[in-house]
Nanobody
Framework: QVQLVESGGGLVQAGGSLRLSCEAS????????MGWFRQALGKQREFVAA????????QYAESVKGRFTISRDNAKKTVYLQMNSLKPEDTAVYYC?????????????????WGQGTQVTVSS
């Protein structure tokens, strides 16, 4: 049974930083591409970042480029999202997701498994 468990969310002031973690179990972690998505209240879920199985390829939404960094530790079966220079518009529930096959990793379609999410709130 695959499980993805996010942690690290919280309340932070604008300009601050947070590091999200997502620990996976029940899958061959290095075989899966991992992604982070977010959903703000009243809005659709949107892509944030993705990383390949070996960690060699990354992809970011334009809105977070230069501020967020996705990384992974395959030995710990964990993917991270380092978020710097946070803005109030980054406030959302952040979800991690995993998938093995697919093409457009900036959409939800290729991701087979999802975590429950962690709340990030950025105050102005």
């Amino acid at each position: 049974q695959v499980q993805l468990v996010e942690s690290g969310g919280g309340l932070v002031q604008a300009g601050g930083s947070l590091r999200l973690s997502c620990e996976a179990s029940g899958l061959t972690f290095s075989s899966y591409r991992m992604g982070w998505f977010r959903q703000a209240l009243g809005k659709q879920r949107e892509f944030v970042a993705a990383i390949g199985g070996s960690g060699g390829s990354t992809q970011y939404a334009e809105s977070v480029k230069g501020r967020f960094t996705i990384s992974r530790d395959n030995a710990k079966k964990t993917v991270y999202l380092q978020m710097n220079s946070l803005k109030p518009e980054d406030t959302a529930v952040y979800y991690c997701a995993s998938g093995r096959t697919g093409t457009d990793w900036s959409t939800a379609r290729p991701y087979a498994y999802w975590g429950q999410g962690t709340q990030v709130t950025v105050s102005s």
